[in-house]
């Protein structure tokens, strides 16, 4: 089948200079930044020394509160429930204990550190559910754990990052609705590669960073909380747990590659860039198998987001580095990570690399 698109992604991939050193599968460890974000960040950055002060003060208000709307814009949400922050780590070390009255909390084993630890830390009750060995996490193992224990928050990634598992967050949400339960789900590992649209699937709170699949480099960041969340936080707190999460001054030139780069995801579109990375993941799968390599993890396209883990050890990553093919030992194996800008050519390198003697 002809891909309609062929040549608008042959345009996508020149402002990525990072593409031309090599193959790079590992948007799932750091996405490329794009030449006209570096661009527009590199005027900000002008702006910033010749103005000081004056240019420091839009961005505590009208700069900032763009980004906030364009980021709520984005996932479907309320600019009345965005936070943006410096990464997911930080956003969710701040709310942790502001929850702290929903006591019991259920995590997934081998889920994101830094989405368990802030529980750990603020002496919740942790409940864990452990993925099958496939790597899948079932809806009845979850629902079964949920009725069983009663948890009154249910955290969680929307795409693990050991092995790719792409959880159905509309099921998730459901789920959590009919239990009383309120769905913390980071998308560090989904944003901007999976279509996400909070008025659909009203995730209560949701965060990730901007430095992966949104290709907005370091240092931003964002969390969104349901307005139930926010009045019963309000509530049991006695602050509004936005202003708190927004306390702090955020470096602008993070925020000028955020809306930069999510801008594009807009023009872009989420469901273009959906079709793209289940033809491209679907290819790799096809390819990889036929030449003998196994595919641990990220055969069904409808779990799967933008990450495939491979057999692979040390000394296969070596050969990939020297074929200029990049990517990190994640999970069981080689975790390999497919967005928008790569191509056929790069799924053809990437099993060169595996294959050669
Ligand atoms: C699921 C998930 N959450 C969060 C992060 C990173 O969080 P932070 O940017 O706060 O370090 C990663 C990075 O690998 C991740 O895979």
Not at 197 to 208: A, C, M
Not at 300 to 325: N, Q, S
Request: with cysteine.
């Amino acid at each position: 089948m002809e891909d309609r698109n062929t040549s608008n992604w042959d345009l996508v991939r020149k402002d990525y200079p990072g593409l031309e050193r090599g193959t790079y599968v590992d948007t799932s460890s750091c996405g490329l930044i794009a030449r006209s974000t570096e661009e527009a960040a590199r005027k900000e950055q002008e702006r910033l020394m010749m103005e000081g002060s004056a240019r420091f003060m839009h961005w505590h208000g009208k700069g900032k509160a763009d980004v906030v709307g364009l980021v709520a814009r984005h996932v479907g949400g309320n600019a009345s429930g965005m936070a943006l922050l410096q990464n997911f780590t930080g956003g969710m070390a701040r709310l942790a204990p502001m929850l702290k009255h929903r006591r019991k909390v259920l995590l997934v084993g081998g889920d994101y550190p830094t989405l368990h630890a802030p529980f750990k830390w603020n002496g919740f009750d942790i409940v864990a559910v452990e993925p099958a060995a496939d790597g899948t996490i079932p809806m009845d193992v979850l629902a079964a754990a949920i009725q069983r224990e009663r948890p009154q928050l249910v955290a969680i990634s929307h795409v693990q990052w050991q092995t790719g598992f792409m959880i159905d967050l509309h099921a998730l949400t459901e789920l959590c609705r009919a239990h009383g339960t309120w769905s913390v789900v980071d998308i560090t590992q989904s944003w901007c590669s999976v279509p996400i649209d909070l008025r659909r699937t009203p995730v209560d709170i949701v965060g990730s960073s901007g430095y992966k699949w949104p290709l907005a480099g370091f240092g931003n960041g964002f969390f969104h909380l349901s307005e139930t969340v926010r009045t019963e936080l309000s509530e049991k707190n006695g602050f509004d747990p936005i202003g708190a999460l927004c306390e702090g001054h955020l470096d602008p030139i993070a925020l000028v590659r955020l809306s930069d780069a999510v801008e594009r995801s807009l023009a872009i579109g989420a469901d273009a860039v959906r079709e793209r990375l289940l033809q491209l993941c679907d290819l790799a799968v096809d390819q990889l198998q036929k030449a003998g390599v196994r595919v641990l993890n990220g055969t069904d396209p409808a779990t799967r987001g933008g990450i495939l883990i491979i057999e692979g050890d040390e000394k296969h990553l070596t050969k990939m580095r020297e074929a200029g093919v990049q990517a990190q030992l994640r999970g069981a194996g080689i975790r390999i990570g497919i967005h928008f800008y790569n191509d056929e050519e790069d799924v053809e390198r990437l099993v060169k690399a595996l294959t050669s003697k």
